[in-house]
């Protein structure tokens, strides 16, 4: 699985966790997209085995990519 395809996929599971499952409403880092997108990111690239400096950029761009989602989605939709 690539960068890409693990940033991809977290920022959908953290969407439908946030938006749709979300059993914890008031347990920040559940509640939160980028927050979801960073956590779920770390935890598949753990699995699909990155080294760990890899690992630390592909959580950081989850959160940026789930904050980027966020302001867009508070903007203009």
């Not at 699985?1 to 439908?16: D, K, R």
């Not at 997209?33 to 690992?55: A, N």
């Amino acid at each position: 699985m690539s960068s890409f395809e693990i940033v991809f996929y977290s920022l959908c599971l953290a969407f439908v966790w946030v938006e749709i499952f979300n059993p914890f409403k008031k347990l920040k880092p559940f509640n939160c997209i980028p927050c979801m997108t960073g956590w779920i990111s770390l935890i598949l690239s753990v699995i699909y085995g990155f080294e760990l400096l890899k690992i630390i950029l592909l959580m950081a761009v989850g959160v940026f990519i789930g904050a980027l989602y966020e302001q867009i989605k508070m903007r203009w939709l």
